[in-house]
């Protein structure tokens, strides 16, 4: 098993701290589905977050299963971080008109106008690449606290 670098969940933190400004990231298990099978050329990383008590949630994890099955198909990097409140914090509060988000599941896309070459997103998919090459199909990231 691949052990995470400090560097690792730095490039992270960068890659979803540009995501937050860009507005290239979608979220919701229900829309990640529905923009995974409507175009899946431009997405470019799947970040699928659990909070301890996600794990014993049947139906989250067979959305995980399914949607982790497609973007293998479609060669999309596949990262799980495991504290979601601390990903809705990078993303700037996780609430969408005073309702908190479900970012259980949440798209980087690149949109059709241009070519984003963000070099945080390389590394955050070398280390995807990387940990599959080592047979870990879904690498976990830890999100510290502040």
């Given at each position: ?18 995501m937050h400004f860009m507005f290239c990231y979608c979220v919701t298990n229900h829309i990640s589905v529905t923009f995974i099978i409507r175009d899946p050329d431009n997405v470019v990383l799947c970040i699928l977050a659990t909070d301890d008590e996600d794990v014993k ?90």
């Amino acid at each position: 098993m691949r052990v995470q670098s400090s560097n690792d969940v730095v490039f992270v933190y960068a890659c979803l701290f540009r995501m937050h400004f860009m507005f290239c990231y979608c979220v919701t298990n229900h829309i990640s589905v529905t923009f995974i099978i409507r175009d899946p050329d431009n997405v470019v990383l799947c970040i699928l977050a659990t909070d301890d008590e996600d794990v014993k949630d049947v139906a989250l994890q067979i959305h995980f299963t399914l949607i982790q099955a497609f973007c293998c198909e479609n060669d999309i990097s596949i990262l799980r971080v495991n504290n979601t409140r601390r990903l809705a914090e990078i993303l700037g509060g996780g609430t969408q008109g005073g309702e908190p988000m479900d970012l259980h599941c949440v798209l980087v896309t690149s949109p059709h106008s241009s070519s984003w070459k963000d070099p945080a997103l390389s590394k955050v998919n070398r280390f995807c690449r990387e940990s599959r090459c080592m047979d870990q199909w879904v690498p976990i990231i830890n999100l510290p606290e502040r």
